[in-house]
Nanobody, 118 residues
Framework: VKVVESGGGLVQPGGSLRLSCSVS????????IGWFRQAPGKAREGVGC????????FYDDSVKGRFTISRDNGKNTVSLEISNLRTEDTAVYYC????????????WGQGTQVTVSS
């Protein structure tokens, strides 16, 4: 299984950003993609997850309303859209894959840096 993120960068507070996660190697839709982030000096935290089979999503309470996870139709790509970015959203964002939503998924991407600063 291969997982690749893209789309990070520098964004001003209040702005929006879309991250993408491309997954290959699964032979069916029976898997899930989770998004995680790790801010400087802090532990990694999960922000949300999507089941590929039915597009059901789950979010951490801390990001509900600003983070949206979706699957690109017909593609093995999942997006994380973040709106109203805050400086505290600055982190390395990772996506990861497993058979279900997990805090310790088996397959990880390399991470992409998101910096929120004016």
């Amino acid at each position: 299984v291969k997982v690749v993120e893209s789309g990070g960068g520098l964004v001003q507070p209040g702005g929006s950003l879309r991250l993408s996660c491309s997954v290959s190697g699964f032979t069916s839709d029976d898997y899930a993609i989770g998004w995680f982030r790790q801010a400087p000096g802090k532990a990694r935290e999960g922000v949300g997850c999507i089941f590929i089979s039915d597009n059901q999503t789950f979010y951490d309470d801390s990001v509900k309303g600003r983070f949206t996870i979706s699957r690109d139709n017909g593609k093995n790509t999942v997006s994380l859209e973040i709106s109203n970015l805050r400086t505290e959203d600055t982190a390395v964002y990772y996506c990861a894959a497993d058979r279900g939503c997990s805090l310790t998924p088996a397959w990880w991407g390399q991470g992409t840096q998101v910096t929120v600063s004016s």
